[in-house]
């Protein structure tokens, strides 16, 4: 009884003890630095007893013996401590991308990063978050070695061009597969995904990692996952960008002034007489316009007139986030206004999100991802031909000589048309009275269900579903002229109109046993997708005025619509398995459908197998405590490609009116031959690797050799007319990939200084290994366009045309060496390609002149920390890689017929007087502008993309976090190309599919530089 009683004496007083509050000190650091982390939010208790750690870390609180402290804080994992003792308690947080390194995203699943084997890369998204990114493949640019994100255009909003491992077809697109959420969305990543709300982006480059989605994964796969909760309570945070953005001088053309250009008139007309007429001019003989070229009385710059200088930008994103133990929630909404670089364009973005993930029971999780956005878009006229609409082009090809405006004001509607010197409707008043609007409406939802009957064994069924609206506007009033035909002109109008519905069902099983050293992951599924677009464009015109721009007010109209679409099935299975983290083995098998191949040949199957051997962990291995890791990895599998458009396998039917009696009637004819073996373009890939991490792994290395092989081309082969067509799409023909990879990191800090860089370099050979039995080239382009060849035993798109050796001087010069009789001297001395002794003017003597491929591409990313100030520094580049300049044919043309750059003022005009050597003299138009090496330059260069300065604010009440930064997007360009923007490719721009034309400028949408000021807030 006794011994009862002091029992429970000692249990009541303990139990006191427990639930009676003390206090209790400690300290919170970084999990790697070591250094102290000033604003965790610290709670205990319900109701809760909170603190907050001070500028060294330190914190008290009290709580009771056993209760449970919660530690959060944005950017590093939320940690739970239960109170043992009431002794001194140091926390270690580990950052939130420490978490998404140790875990990667990889298809249908996730994945321990030691224990990866395939080329599989994760971007640190949180790195970038200060910097102002209008599209989320910004976030692409520099961060991985093989990954290539050029920003071909200025326009506002607009997707960069991105490719993995080079272009693997002459036929199908290269474009890497975007999947979002799990939800595979395309080979485009659009406008309406806003930046802000992403987490994650995980790229997979080999077979191993991509073959799990059959045919959309030869190109690569980007794996892009969305923000959720990830600390307990409620947090608000709030950002805000603001910033202008101006093209900087040393990007602007410089072309002539009025009065340079009225020499250049005057010194043409006069060196034509003395050449043709061997005598000397008198200055009577010279038009009166340029008689005196110092008396011009104007003198505009087109090019500057258009520009939008000091183009506001503004970025305002807010998000909640809530995370409980049964439900946690992300909701956000983000505004964008970004107007262009050109006056009257613009791009608008409103966007909302709500992720939500939760379980009803412990065996049971569902979720919930979805999103809107709505855009609109003002467009300038910049994709069109040389002479045609491109706004930009105009700008620099039109006559300085003459104003903007008119003396009462009004606009100078017609710039030209005298003087020999073509005319265009002035580009000021094209962008302020055209109409080339964009509206765009997206919804996009996914959610899933995931049920762990048995230990070990998951079952997840998702429902992927996107909805897009489209509608273009276009009206062209008649007070804009035309090229060569002054105002009024007929009003033109259009409208265009497209709705899809992309939607499927992923069903996933997961076996994930462990015992003892073994762990085995078993993933069986069920894919289905379909995607379905409805189309609908009507024009008009004969309009009588110009005050209502739609195509009911029109006199003339016309219209049609169409619709068109393509599904997919295919069953995946994944087999990973680890033997003591230390031997690691993968293999995956797809089947797939598509119904864009023919009812022979619509099964693909797609299969792969790689393996892993972390040597550090063997017996053998040197222990040292510097080498903290080296892993071996290799991997071989076949992927296929099927963007090839829908209905290329059918027999098109084309709509054809014949005669039947004294009628006309409505008829059909065959468009094109149906193909019922067409199918799988398929690429076969080999990949081996090397990771290690040294000094408490500050310094990670990682290097990889990688062949990929595209075989059965999807490719439009030539076939004899008497067939009733010229050509039909089939399966011919291989390209080759190879190339090696570096990857290396580095972070440490020292005290108050903290510093990190990683730096990624690789380099891909491309190769035509075979192309259609006999033909062993593809050429694209005109004869003064410039010419593009795809030859087998060479790279992909050549640049192709006549090899300039010099100026010829005199006409002794060019009777001593091959020519032809249209040589005269001023003319550009041409290689005789076939050796025959004559140059003939055509394509006999063309040599390949330039390679668009770089010898290697790179990207360089420094962070560097000081208290509470942080600099992060974002590089890109290329080495080597050619560009052929196509718009200076129009630019340095001597006919007189456009301006000219300011570089032609060094023309030859005489032996006495030969200029520079670079133009050539303006007696003719014969061997001056046609497809040549005088317009391929070296396209090396070397882009700061960003520079970002940030600091943190003391800690202030209520607030988490405040920071405050300074940017400057698209700082400093070094290049001695010529151009405004060397990572230009204008045939990509003009036609996405287009890939055997790279590396052409006809003058983009300039590239702007954007200065801004931000601030991050956290509740």
């Known amino acids: 009884m006794h011994a009862l009683f002091a029992w429970l004496l000692v249990w009541s007083v303990s139990l006191a003890n427990a639930q009676t509050a003390q206090t209790i000190s400690g300290k919170i650091v970084d999990a790697t630095t070591l250094k102290p982390i000033a604003g965790v939010s610290i709670r205990s208790g319900n109701p809760a007893q909170q603190a907050v750690s001070d500028a060294a870390g330190n914190f008290t609180i009290a709580v009771a013996l056993n209760a449970q402290i919660t530690f959060n804080y944005i950017g590093y994992q939320n940690q739970v401590v239960t109170v043992r003792d009431l002794n001194f308690l140091e926390v270690k947080l580990t950052s939130e991308s420490q978490d998404v390194e140790e875990v990667v995203v990889v298809g249908y699943g996730s994945q321990r990063k030691g224990n990866v084997i395939g080329s599989v890369k994760t971007i640190d998204v949180s790195a970038l978050q200060d910097i102002p990114i209008s599209n989320a493949s910004r976030l692409l640019q520099g961060q991985s070695p093989g990954v290539v994100a050029k920003q071909t255009t200025g326009q506002p909003g607009q997707e960069l061009q991105v490719s993995i491992r080079g272009s693997s077809s002459l036929g199908a697109t ?121 008396q011009t009385p104007y003198s505009t710059n087109w090019f500057n007139e258009i520009l939008n200088n000091n183009a506001p930008f503004t970025d305002v994103n807010v998000n909640l986030t809530n995370g409980g133990e049964q439900v946690n929630s992300f909701i956000s909404l983000g505004y964008l206004n970004q107007e262009g670089a050109l006056i009257e364009t613009d791009f608008n973005r409103f966007s909302a999100r709500a992720n939500i993930d939760g379980k009803v029971k412990e065996f049971m999780k569902f979720g919930l991802r979805l999103s809107g956005a709505y855009t609109t878009q003002k467009n300038s006229d910049t994709q069109a031909g040389m002479h045609g609409n491109n706004i930009v082009v105009q700008s620099l090809l039109m006559d300085p000589r003459q104003p903007v405006y008119l003396e009462d004001g009004s606009f100078n509607s017609y710039i030209g048309g005298t003087d020999g010197v073509f005319g265009f409707p002035n580009p000021v008043q094209r962008l302020k009275e055209e109409i080339h609007h964009v509206f765009r409406g997206n919804v996009m939802a996914n959610s899933y269900l995931e049920i762990t009957p048995i230990k070990d064994l998951k079952i997840k069924s998702s429902i992927n579903a996107a909805l897009d609206n489209q509608r273009n506007h276009d009206f ?93 099935v295919s069953y995946l299975s994944r087999v990973n398995y680890a033997y003591k983290n230390k031997y690691l083995v993968g293999a995956s098998f797809n089947r797939e459908a598509s119904s864009r191949f023919g009812s022979n040949n619509r099964w693909g199957n797609f299969p792969s197998v790689s393996v892993g051997w972390r040597i550090s962990d063997e017996p053998f291995f040197p222990k040292t405590n510097w080498i903290n890791d080296l892993k071996l990895r290799s991997s071989y599998g076949i992927t296929g490609n099927n963007n090839i458009g829908n209905y290329t396998s059918q027999a098109n039917m084309l709509i054809s009116n014949y005669v039947f009696g004294s009628s006309v009637v409505p008829g059909a004819v065959i468009g094109s031959f149906a193909n019922r073996n067409l199918g799988w373009e398929q690429s076969k890939q080999f990949n081996a690797g090397l990771d290690f991490s040294i000094l408490s792994n500050r310094i990670g290395f990682s290097a990889e050799y990688y062949q990929k092989t595209t075989e059965n081309m999807l490719l439009n082969v030539e076939i004899p007319s008497s067939a009733g067509f010229s050509s039909i799409i089939t399966n011919i023909g291989e390209v080759q990939n190879k190339g ?110 330039g390679n668009p491929n770089p010898n290697f591409t790179w990207g360089w990313n420094v962070n560097l920390g000081y208290k509470r100030f942080d600099l992060s520094v974002m590089m890109n580049g290329a080495q080597g890689g050619d560009l052929y300049r196509h718009i200076e044919m129009a630019t340095s043309n001597i006919d007189g017929v456009f301006n000219v750059l300011q570089e032609v003022s060094g023309r030859w005009r005489s032996a006495e007087n030969p200029g520079d050597g670079k133009q050539a003299g303006s007696n003719t138009y014969y061997f001056t502008r046609e497809s040549n090496s005088r317009y391929v330059y070296d396209g090396s260069y070397a882009w700061i993309k960003n520079m970002t300065l940030g600091y943190k604010i003391p800690k202030i009440k209520n607030l988490l976090e405040a920071k405050v930064f300074l940017s400057v997007d698209n700082a400093f360009l070094i290049t001695k190309y010529p151009g405004n923007n060397p990572e230009v490719d204008a045939s990509r721009s003009a036609n996405s599919s287009n ?22 807030l956290n509740f």
């Open 740 to 849: 090696v990879e570096f990857d290396v990191n580095y972070r440490d800090s020292y005290g108050d200084f903290s510093w990190g860089t990683s730096f990624n370099m690789s380099f891909n050979r491309n190769k035509i290994l075979s192309i259609d039995g006999d033909r062993d080239a593809l050429l694209t382009g005109e004869f003064y366009d410039g010419y593009s060849i795809s030859q087998v035993g060479s790279p992909i798109g050549l640049f192709y045309g006549y090899q300039v050796l010099g100026i010829y001087q005199t006409q002794a010069e060019i009777d001593a060496t091959p020519h032809n009789e249209n040589h005269i001297p001023g003319t550009y001395q041409y290689l005789d390609g076939n050796g025959d002794g004559r140059i003939s003017y055509d394509m006999q003597d063309m040599v390949v002149i």
């Open 476 to 568: 062209i009033p008649s007070t804009i002229g035309r090229f060569n035909s002054p105002p009024p002109s007929l009003a033109v109008g259009g409208e265009y109109f497209a709705s899809g519905i992309n939607y499927g069902m992923d069903n996933i099983i997961t076996y994930s046993p462990t015992f003892e050293n073994h762990s085995l992951e078993v993933t069986v599924g069920h894919i289905f997708q379909k995607h379905t677009v409805n189309t609908g464009n009507a024009t008009g015109e004969q309009y009588p005025d110009d005050l209502v721009e739609y195509i009911a007010a029109a006199n003339q109209r016309d219209g049609s619509s169409g619709q068109t679409e393509f599904s997919l």
């Open 995 to 1016: 890939i055997i034309s790279p590396g052409k400028d006809t003058e983009a949408y300039p590239v702007p530089r954007t200065f801004s000021i931000g601030a991050r």
């Open 174 to 294: 290269s474009d890497p597969l975007y999947v979002i959420d799990g939800f595979p969305v395309g080979t485009s990543i659009g406008q309406s995904l806003n930046p802000s709300d992403i987490q994650t982006m995980t790229i997979l480059k080999d077979a191993s990692a991509t073959a799990v989605y059959g045919s959309r994964g030869a190109n690569g796969v980007v794996l892009i996952t969305t923000k959720n909760a990830r600390a307990s309570g409620y947090r608000f945070e709030a950002n805000i960008n603001n910033g202008i953005a101006n093209v900087p001088t040393s990007r602007r053309i410089e072309m002539m002034n009025g009065q340079e250009f009225a020499q250049f008139k005057k010194e043409r007309f006069e060196d034509q007489i003395r050449y043709y007429e061997n005598r000397e001019p008198t200055l009577d003989e010279v038009p009166e316009s340029y008689r005196y070229p110092e």
